[in-house]
């Protein structure tokens, strides 16, 4: 019997949803990280690789007698009594100026991880789309390489490739790539197994389409939700991977002002109760880390269909 | 069902051959190991080494004798120590244990009533409370969790012992904070998963249908969403497990507690090829088992594939 | 005439508005009233409101959604007010549900006597033999072949339109005096669905409970009901006797509804409403069905229609309809 009604038509979604429905809080600590980041040799005060200058005066009152070279070593913040470089966070071991090098430090994070997982979405999604869509041989060895990739946890995954690739921010770029294209391709795969039965993409067979057409132009806008949805979850995880590898030595090397190196440097200061060394590094990775996630969580509540609420 | 079985286990070998392959070919790449040893500037001393270790032979013969070696349940011995890989394992394996399993315990004690209550206060305060905590345990490195703990409980307030393991892995004081800051961030990861799969099943039409019956809450919420609810979060946690057990190594570095965490990176670190390959191997064996009892798991539990 | 078993008056039930504003009003003063072993069939869009009926006096109404204001009688009680408690006994023994998509109202990890025994072992105190007894009756009232044996299965193993007759096992288990259909033949085969239907009438001749037919096929609701509401963007804009409606439907919307059914044999092609189906949001000044209808004049756009009295329990809310004849 046909519908008596007329055709339903479900509200639309807003693309644009009003400004008060904004995540402000990640979206203001990321706009002003990446305006860190981008403007760091404005911004910051001393240059990174180098020891904050200063005069006889603050090295005598240091180590009680001036000299070329002097430099104020875990010089505590300002706003602490002892600071005698009155820098805004610190100096570190050697005397380098602790803002300067998170400004610069945030360059690092934001591109080594949103390029790797860049590319490993790229990698991923394509090798999803032939696993799923281009036969079973593809499929076969594909899907066979994904699980045992995914056996592995990252971690393990990350430190092993570090140990071959050697230290180094593009390095760290390929590792992420590596490491976390699997996700993405048992993802993509799963979702186009089940749009290649669809009638649009029947329609396209039966028309003569060519294969790699339709992947282009019916499979992967398809896919593009879940892989975005996806690159939220993982954004925030390989900004923290690239932490432990530079904290462990086989990420970004020294003198780079990778957040990780600077913690993993200042440990000695650390036991003798110098908090600021490890918590201005510290608290910059959480932050970032926390504002990739709360938007992440925001744009996955609008991507995944299967997280709409009522 | 025999079947299903047959075809998973079929599937869980071809994924380790690939893996034990993927990561013998990658060692490989590291370099040459007879370098990492004293006295390495001699060349027929190095020569020697290789020789010893079995280097000088063609990659496939390497291979054809590894894969040889570890069908007979030999794992290989350590360029480094000269002791076998699985005894090197089993002795690092107490130390692991016990920080893993603590840190399991917190994670499952913190994360999984925080996350249910999420579930069944969805948008509330307790909702934001348990995603905030979830939050924040996702997004800060544990070892800054470990130093931070370090600076607090040891330094500052010098309640607690910061470093090493004290008499043997069982020392509580020893074990806390390592556990603590081991454990947030899998909390963090349970609270997630409880809680999003709890909603999934409470949103679903026959859990609406158990409430239309009018079936007391407890029944509604113990019978059918926590049983519904339990697959995934049993999954994650045995995979949490496995890798807090293995994969501790910052904690391990910044507590000063060496485990396998720390047995396999120092391998990595020396290109000890036996050693890197066979805890890699362990620890793809303990993975590839977790799935199937997963699976085996979903097949005694769900009537779906259990029964016709 | 004895009085009705449920009577709603002036409902009002409204949900939050995610993004930001005034809650939106998903049921907007409705008023009708049920009596024992009728059958009122609810036809409406969907979004017209016709579910958030049912969820209201079940009140089970989604996240973000609450009763505005109005008052629901069942039995004497007083529904809106009911502690929650109470409302809970009240719900499965008194009032039960039956959902559209049987394939996803059963849980798939319990099987069919578990899930059909619950009303039973629940409000009337069953266990064991009598139990498993009643179970395989409620199983045989619903023609479930060898119920004996059928209740020991899971649901993925019976077919949409056993499962949805287990659903309506489950629905009787409590004794209820009213059941609430939503949609429930939607998911299945036509074939299916007459029998489905069948069923449902059988049942209710049987029992003697009390029906709400919630629906948007208006062929359905000739085949099922005694008398038929028809919803609007929230609002109740006509209810009369199955034959009066469809015979003589004075609301525009009814009268366009009624165009807009295929008829055996007529070469005339099918009329299509024109127009969409308003925004809840965005809902306009008077009449929320002026923009298509086409007698719409001055007094449609200023002012909300008055209900118009047609008989007893006969009404219409149209600027332009005439009163009763009587």
Known sequence: MADAVAVDNPPRRRLLPRLTSLPWIPLVFLSLLIVGAVFAPLIAPHRPLDPVAVTAAQCKAAYGQAFDGCYIKDDPPFFIAGSIAKTLLGTDYLGRDIFSRLLYGARISLFVSLVGTTFAGVLGTALGLIAGYMGPIWQQIIMRLTDAWLTLPPLIFAILLSTIRGPGIGNIVIILAVVFWCGYTRLVYAEVLSLRQRDFVLLAEINGVSRFRIMRRHLLPNVLNTVVVYFTLIVGVAIIIESILSFLGVGVPPPEPSWGLMIAQERDGLLEGKWWLVAWPGLAIMILVLSANMLGDWLRVRLDPHFQGP | ?308 | MAPALLEVTDLHAEFRNRDGGAPLSAVDGVSFDLHQGETLGVVGESGSGKTTIAHSIIRMLPPGGRIAGGSIRFDGVELTTLPARDMRRLRGAEVAMILQDPMASLDPMFTIFDQVAEPARYHRGLRGRALVGEVADLLRQVRIPSPKQRMRDYPHQMSGGQRQRVVGAAALAGRPKLIIADEPTTSLDVTVQRQYLDLLKTLQRETGVALIFITHDLGIVAKVCDRVAVMYAGRMVEQRPVERLFHDPRHPYTQALLRAMPKLGSAEPLFAIPGQAPNLAALPRGCSFQSRCPQAGAPCLAERPPTVALGLRQEVQCHFAEGAPS
């Open chain 2, 1 to 308: 069902m025999i079947r299903l079985v047959a075809k998973r286990a079929g599937i869980a070998v071809v994924t380790l051959w690939l893996l034990v392959s993927a990561v013998f070919c990658l060692v490989r790449f590291t370099g040459d190991p007879s370098t990492m040893m004293e006295g390495a500037s001699d060349p027929q001393y190095a020569a020697a080494l290789r020789q010893r270790w079995g280097l000088d032979r063609p990659y496939v013969v390497q291979y054809g004798l590894y894969l040889r070696n570890l069908a007979e349940g030999d794992f290989g011995s350590s360029f480094q120590k000269g002791l076998p890989v699985t005894t090197l394992y089993f002795q690092s394996l107490p130390t692991s244990l016990v920080l893993g399993f603590s840190a399991f315990l917190i994670s499952l004690a913190v994360g999984v009533p925080l996350g249910i209550v999420s579930a069944l206060k969805v948008n509330t305060a307790w909702d934001r409370v348990g995603t905030a905590f979830a939050l924040t345990g996702l997004s800060i490195p544990n070892f800054v969790v470990g130093l931070v703990l370090i600076i607090l409980f040891g330094v500052e307030l010098n309640w607690l012992p910061v470093m090493g393991a004290g008499d043997g892995p069982f020392d509580w004081r020893h074990l806390v904070l390592p556990a603590f800051a081991l454990g947030w961030y899998f909390s963090g990861n349970m609270v997630r998963v409880t809680r999003s799969s709890m909603l999934d099943v409470l949103r679903s039409d026959y859990v609406r249908l158990v409430r239309i019956k009018g079936v007391p809450e407890w029944v509604v919420l113990v019978k059918h969403a926590l049983v519904n609810a339990l697959i995934p979060i049993v999954t994650l946690a045995g995979l949490n497990l496995i890798i807090m057990v293995n994969v501790a190594v910052p904690i391990e570095v910044v507590f000063g507690r060496p485990g396998i965490g720390t047995l396999l990176f120092d391998g990595m670190m020396n290109r000890d090829f036996p050693l890197v390959q066979g805890v890699v191997l362990m620890i793809a064996i303990m993975v590839l088992i977790l799935n199937l009892l997963t699976d085996f798991l979903y097949a005694w539990l769900d009537p779906r594939i259990r029964v016709g």
